[in-house]
Structure formats: structure tokens, C-alpha cells
């Protein structure tokens, strides 16, 4: 059974950083490139980060790119998302996405939720307030 198991989400005042981290099992992680994305409720799924199987490519959306870094560790079956500058509007709901790569170093980009495609987490609640 493959698994995803986000962990890191808190509250946290405007400023602040946090580290997500994500959990695969069930699956061969390093052939799986892997995204970060996020949703809030009544609101659509945002794409953040992604990075390929090997951990050498990664992509960032335009909004978040300056603030988070995606890492991964395929020793520990690990995804991160390191988070600095936290804003209010950070306050989401974020899920880690796993999807065959490529196998190129071209990341593939994990959007949009298909059971025939890719793997996702529970998510984990980040919170951003004074």
C-alpha cells in the first residue's frame, strides 16, 4: 500500500519558518518525483515545489520561490519543505503528491489529484497568525 505521511504543520506568527516534512512507503520513493501543494478550504489546489526522483531538479512556483525550498531524502524516504517568511496567506492545508518521474531531471509537476497518475498525502495544517 503506498503511503504519504505529512508532519510539520503548526501555528506560527507572520515572520516565522517551519520544515514540512513528508513520509513515502509502499512505493520505490526514488523513482517517484515529488510536489508540494496546498489548498485551502473553498479554495482550488496550489501548486508550490517539485523536485525530481534523484533530488538534483527542482521547480518553485513564482509566488513562493524566494521563501521555500524543496529537499529530499531518499535514505530516509523523506520530502521536505523548508518555509521562511511566513505570511497570513500561507494558511493552508499542505499536501505532498508523488507521481512516476521522468527519469530525465525534467520534474514532473504534480497539479491536480488522478488516482491513475499519483499519490497523495493527508496534509498537514499550517496556520500563520499574530
Known amino acids: 500500500e503506498v503511503r504519504l505521511v505529512e508532519s510539520g504543520g503548526d501555528l506560527v506568527q507572520p515572520g516565522g519558518s517551519l520544515r514540512l516534512s513528508c513520509v513515502g512507503s509502499?512505493?520505490?520513493?526514488?523513482?517517484?518525483?515529488l510536489s508540494w501543494v496546498r489548498q485551502a478550504p473553498e479554495k482550488g489546489l496550489e501548486w508550490l515545489s517539485g523536485?525530481?526522483?534523484?533530488?538534483?531538479?527542482?521547480r518553485n512556483a513564482d509566488s513562493v520561490k524566494d521563501r521555500f525550498t524543496v529537499s529530499r531524502d531518499n535514505a530516509k524516504n523523506t520530502l521536505y519543505l523548508q518555509m521562511n517568511n511566513l505570511k497570513p496567506d500561507d494558511t493552508d492545508i499542505y499536501y505532498c503528491?508523488?507521481?512516476?518521474?521522468?527519469?530525465?531531471?525534467?520534474?514532473?509537476?504534480?497539479?491536480?489529484?488522478?488516482?491513475?497518475?499519483?499519490?497523495w498525502g493527508q496534509g498537514t495544517q499550517v496556520t500563520v497568525s499574530s
Open positions: 503528491a508523488a507521481a512516476l518521474g521522468r527519469g530525465d531531471g525534467i520534474v514532473v509537476l504534480i497539479t491536480s489529484r488522478d488516482p491513475r497518475k499519483n499519490y
Open positions: 509502499g512505493f520505490t520513493f526514488e523513482d517517484y518525483d
Open positions: 523536485i525530481d526522483g534523484a533530488g538534483g531538479s527542482t
